[in-house]
């Protein structure tokens, strides 16, 4: 491994506003991933294993109760250097990394199909084999992450445009039906949802795995295809086009061939964050997903960008420190970060108009340098 162009070191005093982030609220979520690292808990996606230096901070965070976030601060300056991340490989480039949004959509759904929720969302089949990192499959040319088990080969699994035909039917894998593909899809992108049921029930989805076909942006298809200008295009605006196109749109969805399947979650109340990669809780405006292949989990991260709030309510800023507790298929690249900003519609309009850019450093233990494989 050698030591990346794309990274600058920095001191603290060049992170915007370092000083007043509330520090203590980092370290709980700090400390929280720090004890699934230390304990060497499996994640339920993985990405690069923690450095011995990342799990010893993890195992003195644990012994460590800080009552300020003047105290909290002082641990991650002593625990840390920052780097600043240009995903260009060129410091003076204008735009810098690139943040979106994400956040854990909360939906109307049953335990049994009827004629107004007719969409399932599935668990995952048994014969799915998730690959080992760099690992592909004789004969087909698309870089898989998941195949099937055809008695002992394994073959490429179905696709959503055959998932979607019934590839999987009479399994039983359905876990709850929603109102329609277009909900299904969205939680897809997301990762994870609250489902409200008509008895009064509520449960959790988790992602539990995807069929391994590379992620397509539809929102990138529509742009190109100019169906939704790209100043426009949020979660709402591409959600919206699609329930106004129902014949394109079931075409236009499946030319994003991955499909993700779920878990219910156990244990986890309303108040608790759903489960990110890492396996544990996420956090609102604290964690976020990064590039599994490059990051570790639990590295924390200094975010300044523009925010945007309620209502259309206009822009402030993300200035503050971020834990990496999650990954996506679409989160490729060292200043490619999603923000996870809450649960339910008002997190999916602030989440939808998330995207800019901005200045991102990466705090990694003191000694270690960025490296890319």
């Given at each position: 491994?050698t ?17 007043a982030?509330?520090a ?10 720090a ?6 808990r ?54 810098g990394a ?9 939906t109307e ?15 995952r ?56 593909h ?19 029930r ?6 539990d795995?995807?069929n391994?076909?590379?992620y ?30 129902p ?27 759903p ?5 544990i809780?996420?956090t609102?405006?604290?964690s976020?997903?990064?590039?599994r292949?490059?990051w ?7 975010v300044?960008?523009e ?9 402030d800023?993300?200035?503050?420190l ?9 989160i ?5 970060i999603?923000i996870?900003v ?5 997190a999916?309009?602030l ?14 233990p003191?000694g ?6």
């Amino acid at each position: 491994m050698t030591q990346s162009r794309d990274f600058r070191p920095a001191a603290f005093h060049e992170l915007r506003n370092w000083a007043a982030d509330d520090a203590l609220a980092a370290f709980a979520v700090f400390k929280a991933g720090a004890a699934a690292i230390v304990e060497g808990r499996a994640p339920l996606r993985s990405a690069r294993a923690p450095s011995a230096s990342l799990v010893a901070i993890g195992r003195a965070a644990l012994s460590e109760n800080p009552r300020s976030a003047v105290e909290a601060r002082a641990f991650f300056e002593r625990q840390f250097a920052p780097f600043e991340i240009f995903p260009d490989a060129e410091p003076s480039g204008p735009e810098g990394a690139f943040f979106t949004g994400y956040f854990e959509p909360v939906t109307e759904g049953s335990s049994e199909q009827s004629a107004s929720f007719q969409a399932p969302i599935l668990a995952r089949p048994v014969d799915l084999v998730t690959l080992a990192r760099g690992e592909h499959l004789k004969g087909c040319d698309v870089p898989l992450t998941s195949a099937r088990r055809v008695g002992g080969r394994l073959q490429p699994f179905p696709d959503r445009a055959a998932i979607d035909a019934g590839a999987l039917a009479g399994q039983g894998l359905e876990l709850v039906w929603l109102k329609d593909h277009v909900e299904v899809f969205i939680i897809q992108v997301q990762g994870s949802a609250q489902v409200k049921l008509k008895d009064g029930r509520r449960i959790r989805l988790r992602y539990d795995g995807r069929n391994g076909w590379p992620y397509t942006s539809i929102g990138r298809l529509l742009i190109e295809e100019r169906a939704i200008a790209s100043h426009e295009m949020s979660l709402e605006a591409l959600t919206n086009w699609l329930r106004a196109h129902p014949r394109k749109a079931e075409s236009v969805m499946r030319r994003n061939r991955s499909y993700v399947f779920f878990a219910i979650a156990d244990g986890l109340g309303e108040s608790s964050g759903p489960v990110g990669g890492a396996d544990i809780p996420l956090t609102p405006g604290r964690s976020l997903a990064v590039d599994r292949g490059m990051w570790s989990y639990g590295l924390p991260f200094w975010v300044d960008v523009e925010r945007p709030l309620p209502d259309d309510g206009g822009r402030d800023r993300w200035q503050r420190l971020m834990i990496a507790q999650d990954t996506g298929t679409a989160i490729v690249g060292a200043g490619r970060i999603d923000i996870f900003v809450g649960s339910g519609a008002g997190a999916g309009s602030l989440a939808g108009r998330q995207r800019h850019h901005g200045r991102l450093f990466v705090l990694l233990p003191r000694g270690e340098a960025p490296v890319r494989s």
